[in-house]
């Protein structure tokens, strides 16, 4: 486990308390994102659908639980804190989510601080998932993998 140990390196040579922060999205728009992405196609027309995508969007789905959600897991097994922050609840309620980021971190939080930060975050989360084409059988496999990782629960195709 070499990213452990570099890790564990960076907290003795800096001696410092290594904190995560995990920013969670909801796993049909990483995975449509990433697929996009693949394909060069950063940004798309919202009204037109990239059909070809569907095979790219199951490699990715696999990967994403294979490697992604694998590394979260090793990191929330490491003795570090790790503080989840949703996406969404960020965008909706960025002040209450930047006093809690700022609390995990130990951090002075002031009022011009939390006013700057609310005026340079998304009004509305990216959502890719409707932009690529799915297989039934992947958003099934997507949904099923879901319900193993509580940092998911909520989370589906259409929310």
């Known amino acids: 486990m070499a990213g452990v140990s570099n890790i564990e390196e960076l907290r003795r040579t800096l001696n410092l308390q290594i904190k995560f922060i995990h920013v969670v999205r909801n796993p049909y728009d990483i995975i ?11 940004t798309v027309n919202k009204e037109q659908k990239h059909l070809y995508n569907s095979t790219y969007v199951n490699t990715i789905a696999r990967r994403y639980f294979t490697k992604l959600v694998r590394g979260v897991l090793k ?4 003795p570090h804190p790790m503080l989840d922050l949703r996406c969404e609840n960020f965008i909706k309620d960025t002040a209450a989510e930047m006093r809690r980021l700022c609390k995990f971190l130990g951090v002075s939080c002031p ?8 005026g340079i975050v998304r009004s509305s ?3 890719t ?9 992947t ?3 997507v949904q099923r993998k879901m319900q193993d990782y509580d940092f998911l629960d909520g989370y589906s195709f259409e929310v």
């Not at 994102?33 to 394909?39: E, F, G, I, V, Y």
């Not at 998932?129 to 059988?137: F, I, Q, T």
Request: charged fraction near 25%.
């Open 129 to 137: 998932r409707h932009h690529v084409s799915w297989l039934k059988s």
């Open 125 to 127: 989360p990216s959502i």
């Open 139 to 141: 958003k099934e496999f």
């Open 32 to 42: 449509a994102t990433m697929s996009l992405r693949k394909n060069n196609l950063r």
């Open 75 to 78: 990191a929330k097994q490491m």
């Open 111 to 118: 009022t011009g601080y939390i006013r700057d930060s609310t």
